[in-house]
């Protein structure tokens, strides 16, 4: 996760959002939308989910927790025996086997607000002073003025470890044993500010409060995470890992991208070195989308673990200068278009995690992925997006008068992604407030009204757009040959592989992509422009584009010559 920002400044009050969308209708747009074409059959994948006050609306899954069928292949680790320390580690049994609902996944930095509200609950039963010096617990941090306070809430001054890591070369396996980690914490001189001067994201605050925590406690932080923080809540399948390599059944592998087509398998250790007893704290929280919606109802309303733990979660920060931040204790605040959500991302060992939480409709979303590069956050805005009914502009429309058409994406930042004319090439189009975009050239002004979209160009001209419904074919009377009526020249439409492609005079063949459905009426799309025929008979088609169109007639001998 990137740096926390300030808080932006206040803004007017958004228009109310669009009915939300029928639950028995989120999971296909949630597949449709934001996986189909994305995720290869075999390959690793993403999960995605809705929920409305914790409880699971639906979902929706692509890709597999484990490449191949075990055998070595482009990295992929066959797998070892249990370690040692009693951990399960990874067998093949995971190979091929689809990404669920139910599937673990390593939620990486999203951790953090996991770790905050157990280190909360401590400090509320008088084990932990939140504004006491770190030192009296962690021995090893060599420097004064550090908190626990100043740990979650990113203000200590303390160098990223991770970073560290990276810029000299050590790998992340070796830094994570803990053992690594207070050997390098032991040699901090000095911090990087004065404690509460500035907010700057650290990986190594939250593993301090962890220690700080289970030094306390007299318990491994896992046990303690659990017994306080995660069966309160009913998350039975939740855990944080105690060693490295540690893994379990009905957990997924994760993937880093490597040449087109190809993944190359990120083994988190498994089998790769003893089992040691890792870092805590600042990840390494392992759940599933099933589990995962009783941490989000927590945070609406602060049921089980206490309204007084989710509101120091979520108060801002105050630096020394009496600046308000946008973040909290492992909560950023964050608003995108109708949605203001507690968020955090998080990304490790090529895993993808993130949450929103909406507190004023109910409705949060969670994506994990074990995809590299995978954008869990662009997803789970977009879900959030689907699940308010503001992505209900999304889709394909159609004006009659000009005969044109327009596809329209909701982005994740709340704008859309819009394109007409035959073009691929979309154009960003800037949320404005309530149902109104603003963008250029095409689309200046664009304004979702229920089933019709009105759009300003550049110039000022002004159309109105109605709803398509999805065609994924092409009506079956459509093949066959067609003749213009000025001219006595024949286009052909016949099926290839599948598809319908058009033939037309004295041109090479295109194939013709289905765009949308209405009132019995099919549209569909060529370079030549639009094909509109009615679903049925389809006696005669209309080609063209914008205020010129021609109409087809059927030949006599209906399938005709192909030329």
Known sequence: MSQPTPAPAAASAPSPAPPQLAPAALGDRLQRELLDGQIGAGEPGAVVAVYRDGVLLASACAGVAELGSGADAGGVFEGVSEGESGASLASTSSAGKPLTPDTLMNTASVSKQLTATAVLLAARAG????????????????????????????????????????????????????SAFLGWLETLDALEFTPGDTQSYSNTGYVIAALALERAAGAPFPEVLAESVLRPLGMAQTFSTTVLGEFTDGMAFSFAAGAPGEFVKETMGVGEVEPVRGVNGDGEVITSLNDFGAWQAFLIDGRVLGDDIRQQLLARTVLNSGHETSYGFGIEHETKAHTTGYVHSGGMWSFTAYSIVDEATGLSAACFSNRGGFDAAATAWRAMHIATGFADVAGSWYATGSFSGVRVEVRDDGGLSASGALSDEAETVRWSGGRVWAGGDEFARIEARGAELDIVSWAGISETYGRLDGAAGYPDGLRGAYVDRPFGKTFVFEERDGELWLVPPGRAAEPVRPFGRRSGEWIGETSLGWIVTDGEACDSVRVGLGTFSMELARRADREGPHR
């Open 127 to 178: 084990a932990l002073d939140l504004d006491a010096d770190v030192r009296g617990l962690v021995p090893e941090l060599p420097v004064p003025g550090v908190t626990l306070r100043s740990c979650l809430n990113h203000t200590a001054g303390l160098p990223d470890y991770l970073g560290v890591a990276y810029t000299v070369g050590i790998p992340e396996i070796e830094i994570a044993a803990l």
